[in-house]
């Protein structure tokens, strides 16, 4: 069922149930097919509200700080696996009561920690990241395999004296928005520097950069590739993506509240802002798509967007629309949720959009409103 965009309140992120429930059933396809263990990474959606949904399909999640371990510990009632480039001494003591795995980011840091670790009365697996040195993405901001990358060891930093003592598993994180040939790229990698370690391991996390969820994605390639490499190793398999559990499942819906012209350029100001509310399209950067918009077409009318803070770069630029645009009427920004929502902030005071779902049942359901404690009480 469509989303009724003219029932939803400007501005408000809206996911929509029916797609966001296609996602999970495809991941937990995978999941059961390939034999790996599919969590939800918090960093790339963590929007809770709609987590009793998500836990008919999935119970896990990948945490990179305390807070996210928490929230996995309160609302998905698992324990999480956790990575972070660097733990503090004073938030150690949480990461080991909310998580199961935890993946050090250095030899330092494991050795900093591993005593702690060891000694927790519950079980925890120890991991270790590691730089595959091949990446396969085409942008830098997402790399974590640069030159001088800080993310992981490499296998020269373990060629003289192996894995320390304790470790159980390895963590790769090298994909973005990717597909399984890359993974397959990856895993070759990892095999030519790393298999020797295979033997003393329990498991092997290859992190985020699944896009399994992306209509063109060869699932069953992705099944096939897993399973083969399961049975090779004997490693348990778990797979992190963030993007992939919310990829096209909801809009953010906003308002043209002014239209100004300056040197034949016309903009239409919103009611969100580009830097407040859509970070990545100024720092990836991108141009989303606005549903009943397209890419410039002479002759009809064209629009700049632009955000409501005074940054003065916060617009992008051009759409057209079969009509002219006039204040009060909706702008409805495609595949708003992922990373998106996670990302939002306060800056300039302005009004962060409401959080909402759009249920099977063809209704609108308002889970979250932002006022001024909201602003007010993350600046004192
Ligand atoms: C360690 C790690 N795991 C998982 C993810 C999730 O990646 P994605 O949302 O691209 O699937 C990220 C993203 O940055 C990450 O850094």
Not at 301 to 326: A, V
């Amino acid at each position: 069922m469509q989303i009724d965009y003219s029932k939803i309140p400007s501005p408000c992120f809206v996911i929509d149930e029916e797609r966001f429930r296609n996602n999970l059933a495809l991941i937990k396809h995978v999941s059961e097919e390939s034999g790996a263990e599919i969590i939800l990474a918090f960093k790339g959606f963590a929007m809770w509200g709609v987590f009793p949904i998500l836990r008919e399909y999935v119970n896990g999640a990948a945490a990179s700080s305390v807070n996210e371990a928490r929230l996995c510990y309160e609302e998905i009632g698992t324990l999480a696996h956790t990575y972070s480039p660097v733990f503090k001494g004073n938030e150690f003591k949480s990461i080991l009561k909310y998580s199961s795995h935890i993946t050090f980011n250095s030899l330092n840091q494991f050795n900093k920690y591993s005593g702690l670790l060891l000694k927790y009365p519950r079980k925890i697996s120890p991991g270790l990241r590691i730089n595959p040195e091949y990446s396969g993405t085409a942008y830098e901001l997402y790399n974590s395999c640069s030159p001088g990358s800080r993310l992981g060891v490499t296998a020269e930093d373990l060629a003289e004296k192996g894995l320390p003592d304790g470790i159980e598993g390895l963590h790769f994180h090298a994909l973005f928005e990717s597909d399984s040939f890359a993974l397959e790229k990856i895993l070759e990698s990892v095999e030519s520097k790393f298999s020797r370690f295979f033997p003393k391991l329990k498991w092997l996390n290859m992190g985020g950069g699944h896009l399994m969820t992306r209509k063109d994605y060869d699932i069953e390639h992705l099944i096939k590739i897993i399973r083969h490499f399961k049975e090779k190793t004997g490693l348990h398999i778990i797979l992190e993506p963030g993007s992939a559990f919310a990829w096209e499942t909801g809009e953010l819906v906003a308002t043209v509240e002014d239209i100004t012209r300056n040197q034949g350029i016309t903009t239409a100001i919103l009611d969100v802002s580009f830097t407040a509310h859509m970070p990545d399209c100024l720092e990836m950067p991108y141009k989303p798509k606005i549903i009943g918009a397209t890419d410039p077409v002479d002759g009809k009318p064209g629009y700049r967007m632009g955000g409501n803070s005074c940054l003065s770069g916060d617009f992008i630029g051009d759409w057209t629309f079969d009509h002219e645009l006039k204040p009060g009427e909706r702008i409805v920004f495609w595949d708003m949720i992922h990373y998106t929502m996670v990302k939002t902030t306060t800056f300039n005071g302005v009004q962060h959009p409401s959080i909402g779902i759009w249920t099977n049942d063809g209704i609108f359901r308002l889970i979250r409103e932002f006022g001024y404690d909201d602003y007010k009480n993350r600046l004192s």
